[in-house]
């Protein structure tokens, strides 16, 4: 019996493993390996790849620990294994299938402190986050830390020290959007999760309380990129003045969070604001440190 059903089974592979999500991930692992060498050196290639795998199996490995209760969502009811596109025996196989390739990567390509970051990410994101979001509605914050180890992990790979400042301020960056990030996916589809059995912040706040912590957050995350500077990241003056441009265009578009009026299509328009805010400031940083954009 064929495990795929659609006419086109590559796009349900690619949702099995949240194709987008893995590349995001994957770049900002380039990102930290551009961020320390100044260069688009050899470690990039191995690194992106290898942390590409790991963040698609990771995945595949999160669709199939939530499949129950994907099923209860109307976000997630028509993902590849919910849906029975995708036999969960069968997701397993590709789990490990890219494990093991993005490991080998990582062991071949990088070095030690790389891999074992990549590991972490899947060990931290698989085995303490998912069944953490189970547990407590506050699970986001120690599962903030997936988010900051990939730059971390290409900034290792290029022979950086991840006691530098600047890989520790570069970090605390990836930390810190990663709570605004979910906020407001929980305040677009917090129902959904209720629904689910998942505990969530929307029990302990109502819509206009998260709103403003949400902003909260997102002036915050804008804070701790300003500060990218004062540790030797993009210290020039149109990089600042950039930055501060960029802060002030996602607190000014995202202003609506604070009105008590606040509807799910301002969520929305937030959630795709501070996603491409750390786009623009990683493409700035790293643009910066290739030479690219003027000091």
């Known amino acids: 019996m064929n495990t795929i059903v659609l006419r086109n089974p590559l796009s349900v ?3 099995l493993i949240k194709v987008r999500i893995a590349a995001l991930v994957a770049l900002s692992t380039a990102a930290g390996v551009v961020l320390y060498s100044g260069q688009l ?4 290639i191995p690194a992106t790849l290898g942390i590409f795998l790991l963040a698609a199996g990771s995945a595949a490995l999160n669709e199939y620990q939530e499949r129950e209760l994907d099923r209860l969502m109307r976000r997630t009811e028509g993902r590849p294994i919910p849906a029975g596109l995708v036999s969960p025996s069968h997701a397993l196989k590709i789990v490990v299938l890219l494990m093991l390739l993005g490991a080998l990567v990582l062991a071949l390509g990088t070095n030690r402190t790389t891999l074992a970051l990549g590991l972490l990410n899947v060990v931290w994101y698989n085995g303490i986050y998912t069944p953490l979001k189970t547990r407590t509605a506050y ?4 599962g ?3 988010g900051a180890i990939p ?10 020290n991840l006691l530098d400042p600047q890989a520790i301020i570069l970090g605390v960056v990836f930390f810190v959007w990663q709570i605004p990030h979910f906020w407001l996916l929980l305040l677009n589809f917090g129902q959904d999760y209720e629904r689910a059995g998942f505990p969530s912040l929307t029990r302990t706040f109502n819509r206009i309380q998260l709103g403003r912590l949400t902003f909260m957050w997102l002036a915050i995350t804008a804070m701790v990129v300003m500060a990218l500077p004062l540790y030797g990241i993009g210290r020039s003056t149109t990089v600042q003045l950039l930055l501060l441009g960029y802060g002030g265009w996602l607190l000014y578009k995202s202003r609506w969070l604070l009105k008590p009026q606040a509807r799910s299509l301002i ?10 805010y750390v786009m623009l400031v990683m493409l700035t940083l ?6 690219i954009l003027p000091s």
């Open 267 to 276: 969520y929305r328009r937030a959630f795709g604001y501070i996603n491409l």
């Open 139 to 142: 699970a986001v914050f120690p």
């Open 41 to 44: 050196s050899w470690p990039i």
């Open 286 to 291: 790293v643009l910066h440190r290739l030479g």
């Open 13 to 15: 592979y690619l949702e």
């Open 144 to 146: 903030a830390l997936i």
């Open 151 to 160: 730059p971390l992990a290409g900034w290792a790979a290029a022979g950086g």
